[in-house]
Each structure stands twice: as structure tokens, then as C-alpha cells.
């Protein structure tokens, strides 16, 4: 498998399971609705698991532009793949939220709920404040990226070893599962921690174009702080990262 098939398939696995789980607990009618935050934060972490056992061997499995972003100003990515990776992972989120609609549809034409509808494709705010927002998503990132760095394994630079795959893959799937559903857990409950811009702006996208009943508006007023934010905590962990290396 090519390393863009691998974040493409990886990212819409992803996304197709986590906002699978959202779906399952909001929808109406479902056999999940209500379930709650933990059974999201679980299958969240879950569907990052799966999307890294995928991609791990073929591409390091990066699933998130603020990741291949936060590895490659630490010098553990080549920039010229930069552009492919984040291609890859963006079309691979707006296959997997596509394929959530397509699974629910007739779930999403019962439900009247429109906020509820856009959380099952993009994040929002639990109290709007753009600048606390934003420090939400990026201190979620940040951690993320951070923690990445210094699991075992995070240590291998591409420059010396440039057929290694580096990303999630290399640290396990399992310990970057746990660690995402840790900062859920803790840190996601006031923006919905996107905390990766190909989990957010895709799927909004999608939410845009698709023909969902009772749907609203996209909040593209909001849109842009689930991307700028996790951009700006991987770049602060990767500057901390080679200051304390």
C-alpha cells in the first residue's frame, strides 16, 4: 500500500468509526442514543486505534494534518511529503463522514435536532468564546503531539533513518488510543477536541454539501478554529520538544 492510499484509508476509517460512535449516541431512533460522553470518548479512541493498526506500517500513520505539521518542524518528516500526506488525510475524512450519512440516513431524517446533526460530522463549542476556544484546541493538540514525541520509539529522526515510517504508527497504536481518549476524557469537554483539522473541516465540508434533512447552517464562523488551533499546538510542541531533546 502507497503512504497516501495508507492516510487515506486510515483517516476515513477514522473518522468513519469516531463519528460513527457520535451518531450512534445523538441520532434518534439508534440503539446508542443517550449513551453519553464516555461511549464517545471510548469510540474515539477505539477508531483512532483501527486507523493506526491500518496506516502504522505503510505510512507511520500520521491521520492528522497536525501531525504530519508538529513532525516535520521537528525534523522528523521530509516537508516535500507534507502536502501529499495532508491530501490524503483530508479526503480520507470527508470519505468517512460521508459514509457515517450514508449509514444513518434514515436515523438523521428523524432527528430534528441541528445542532445535534453538525456534531455527528464537525466539533463545536460547549460555551462560545473564540479565544478560549482556540487555547482548547490548541493545548488538546499540543498534548497530543507532545506526548507523541516522547513515547518510545518518537525518537527516530527521518534524516537518519529515511525509510523508517514515522507518525502514530511508530509509537503503537495502542499507547496514541489511550492517549487520545485520555485528553477527551479530560480536555474535550469544551470544544469536542477536534484537535485535527482532517476530523473537523472535512466532514464539515461534507455537512455543507450533503442533502440531510433538518440540517442548519455549518457554523463556518467556527470553522476555522478546530484547524488553526491544532496547528498551533503541534507547532508548540514541536518547538519545546527540540528546545528540552
Known amino acids: 500500500m502507497s503512504e497516501f492510499c495508507?492516510?487515506?484509508?486510515?483517516?476515513?476509517?477514522?473518522?468513519?468509526?469516531?463519528?460513527?460512535v457520535v451518531a450512534n449516541v445523538v441520532l434518534k431512533g439508534t440503539k446508542g442514543n443517550s449513551s453519553g460522553w464516555i461511549v464517545i470518548t471510548i469510540g474515539w479512541g477505539l477508531a483512532v486505534f483501527m486507523g493506526v493498526v491500518i496506516a502504522g506500517?505503510?505510512?507511520?500513520?500520521?491521520?492528522?494534518?497536525?501531525?504530519?505539521?508538529?513532525?516535520?518542524l521537528a525534523g522528523k518528516f521530509p516537508?516535500?511529503?507534507?502536502?501529499?500526506?495532508?491530501?490524503?488525510?483530508?479526503?480520507?475524512?470527508?470519505?468517512?463522514a460521508f459514509l457515517v450519512w450514508l449509514f444513518y440516513r434514515h436515523h438523521y431524517n428523524e432527528t430534528e435536532d441541528q445542532e445535534g446533526i453538525l456534531g455527528t460530522f464537525a466539533t463545536g463549542p460547549a460555551i462560545r468564546k473564540l479565544p478560549n476556544n482556540f487555547f482548547s484546541e490548541m493545548l488538546g493538540t499540543f498534548i497530543l503531539v507532545f506526548v507523541i514525541f516522547y513515547i518510545e520509539g518518537a525518537n527516530i529522526s527521518c534524516n537518519t533513518l529515511p525509510d523508517v515510517k514515522i507518525?502514530?504508527?511508530?509509537?503503537g497504536a495502542l499507547p496514541?488510543?489511550?492517549?487520545?481518549?485520555?485528553?477527551g476524557l479530560s480536555l474535550g469537554g469544551t470544544t469536542g477536541y477536534a484537535i485535527n483539522p482532517a476530523r473537523d473541516l472535512s466532514p464539515r465540508i461534507m455537512h455543507a454539501i450533503l442533502p440531510i434533512k433538518n440540517k442548519g447552517n455549518?457554523?463556518?464562523g467556527y470553522a476555522f478554529i478546530p484547524v488553526v488551533g491544532p496547528m498551533a499546538g503541534a507547532a508548540l510542541a514541536a518547538v519545546l520538544y527540540l528546545m528540552f531533546s
Open 218 to 220: 455549518s457554523d463556518w
Open 6 to 20: 495508507a492516510e487515506f484509508i486510515g483517516t476515513m476509517v477514522l473518522v468513519l468509526l469516531g463519528n460513527g
Open 176 to 183: 496514541v488510543a489511550l492517549l487520545v481518549t485520555a485528553i
Open 79 to 96: 516537508w516535500i511529503k507534507v502536502g501529499t500526506f495532508i491530501l490524503a488525510q483530508m479526503l480520507g475524512g470527508a470519505l468517512g
Open 167 to 171: 507518525g502514530l504508527g511508530s509509537v
Open 57 to 72: 506500517p505503510y505510512s507511520g500513520a500520521h491521520l492528522n494534518p497536525a501531525v504530519t505539521f508538529g513532525l516535520a
